[in-house]
Every structure is written in C-alpha cells, then in structure tokens.
C-alpha cells in the first residue's frame, strides 16, 4: 500500500498538481484504489480456504479450529488497517508538507482562518 501511494503522490506533485489538501486526498485515493482488488482477492482466498476448518467438527478439529480462528482475526485486521488505516495515517503524514489553507489553517503559527480578509 505504502509504494501505490508514494507512486501516486510523487506523480501528482510533479505535475504540479500538490497544493492543497484536497489534491492530497485525490492522491490517496488513487494510490488507495489500486491496492482494492489485490487485497480483496488474497483475503477471500484466505477466508474461503480457512472457513472449512473453523466449522468442521471431525477428529482433530478442535486443535485446528484454535489455529484458524486467530489466523482469520489477523487477516481480518490486516484488511481493514491496510486499506483504511495507512491511507488514513499517510495523508496526516504528508499534509504536514502542504502550505496552510483557511480550512486548515497552521495551528502552530497562531493564524485565524478569516482573519486578514477584507469583506
């Protein structure tokens, strides 16, 4: 994930197109976008193979069933971290770069959005 949105942000700032933060959102959904049927197609072939163990109830299938219930939480969790959480945590690292606007105004310089524009 992390590669298909460095791709697709160095691609829009070269193009010049990396000035606000909504040019930073389109990017991360971009890169975001690309990493959707890959992800969903590994999680469905690991779901799918994983779910006969969970509810099988042949010998042994008590100590497998206790193998494959963590194995689908992780891989559960890895899906909604990878396409939900890193892009989410990618566009706050990367807003840090980006001139202040007066919908997000830099906090730490003490502006007031508004302030400073004659009506």
């Known amino acids: ?16 197109r990396m000035a606000t ?5 389109a990017a991360v959904d971009h890169g975001a976008v690309k990493r959707i ?14 779910a006969p163990i969970l509810w099988s109830t042949g010998t042994g299938s ?7 219930a963590p ?8 899906f909604i971290g990878e396409l939900v959480v890193f892009p989410a945590l990618y566009f706050l ?3 840090l770069d980006l001139r ?3 919908l997000f105004p830099n906090a730490s310089a003490g502006e007031v ?3 400073g524009i004659e009506g």
């Open 1 to 16: 994930m992390l590669l298909y949105l460095d791709i697709a942000y160095e691609e829009r700032k070269r193009e010049g």
């Open 21 to 25: 933060y909504a040019d930073l959102a």
């Open 37 to 50: 049927r890959p992800k969903m197609m590994t999680i469905m072939a690991i779901l799918l193979s994983l």
């Open 62 to 68: 008590d100590v497998m069933r206790r193998i494959a």
């Open 71 to 78: 194995m689908v939480g992780g891989v559960l969790t890895s």
């Open 93 to 95: 690292w990367r807003s």
């Open 100 to 102: 202040p606007t007066p």
């Open 113 to 115: 959005p508004g302030e």
